[in-house]
T-cell receptor
Framework: EAGVTQFPSHSVIEKGQTVTLRCDPISGHDNLYWYRRVMGKEIKFLLHFVKESKQDESGMPNNRFLAERTGGTYSTLKVQPAELEDSGVYFC?????????????FGPGTRLTVL | AQSVTQLGSHVSVSEGALVLLRCNYSSSVPPYLFWYVQYPNQGLQLLLKYTTGATLVKGINGFEAEFKKSETSFHLTKPSAHMSDAAEYFC???????????FGTGTRLQVFP
């Protein structure tokens, strides 16, 4: 069974440009999460989808970030326009349906560098 | 608000030595507790978790952790380190009404021959 996949693995863009990150969760996993790790700091929660609905987006830093999950399958996270402080590793995770699924399966992450 | 503290951003041990990675949490109620490991160029992998029941939890690769409510701790141990244990380890908590994880800053474990 395929794990969580993320694309691209690395992205280098200039300040002011737009970048779109993609996450494909494990098939059948209704829960999808986005997290971010800025260098040297903790991994921070961004948002949580249940199928196509945003369950919790309390961690989204500002309105330059837009997450979507059309059809409840893959998800995209768009940053527009990107700023220097957006650099970091963006992780996606998925888990089985229902609260208390407990195990989130993580993708390898997308390393974003904003110059 | 919940928070997680991992003491020591880097820990070095010799092969065969005891591994002890510390984690303390702050929460108004006992949370669910997790340890994740990240090997180079891979995603985070769940090592073990505590939700309810027995406070000593055994995980994969010989690791275990004990939930101590009185000390608000969930330290990770392994009796004998192996070279393949070199990785970054993350302690995390979640609440009873949400699955979102709150992570510590991570501890990078080095194992020397």
């Amino acid at each position: 069974e395929a794990g969580v996949t993320q694309f691209p693995s690395h992205s280098v863009i200039e300040k002011g440009q737009t970048v779109t990150l993609r996450c494909d969760p494990i098939s059948g996993h209704d829960n999808l999460y986005w997290y971010r790790r800025v260098m040297g700091k903790e991994i921070k929660f961004l948002l949580h989808f249940v199928k196509e609905s945003k369950q919790d987006e309390s961690g989204m830093p500002n309105n330059r970030f837009l997450a979507e999950r059309t059809g409840g399958t893959y998800s995209t996270l768009k940053v527009q326009p990107a700023e220097l402080e957006d650099s970091g590793v963006y992780f996606c995770a998925s888990s089985l349906p229902g609260l208390g699924s407990f195990e989130q399966f993580f993708g390898p992450g997308t390393r974003l560098t904003v110059l | 608000a919940q928070s997680v503290t991992q003491l020591g951003s880097h820990v070095s041990v010799s092969e065969g030595a005891l591994v002890l990675l510390r984690c303390n949490y702050s929460s108004s109620v006992p949370p669910y507790l997790f340890w994740y490991v990240q090997y180079p160029n891979q995603g985070l992998q769940l090592l073990l978790k505590y939700t309810t029941g027995a406070t000593l939890v055994k995980g994969i690769n010989g690791f275990e952790a004990e939930f101590k409510k009185s000390e608000t701790s969930f330290h990770l141990t392994k009796p004998s380190a192996h070279m393949s244990d070199a990785a970054e380890y993350f302690c995390a908590v979640s609440g009873h009404n949400t699955d979102k994880l709150i992570f510590g800053t991570g501890t990078r474990l080095q194992v020397f021959p």
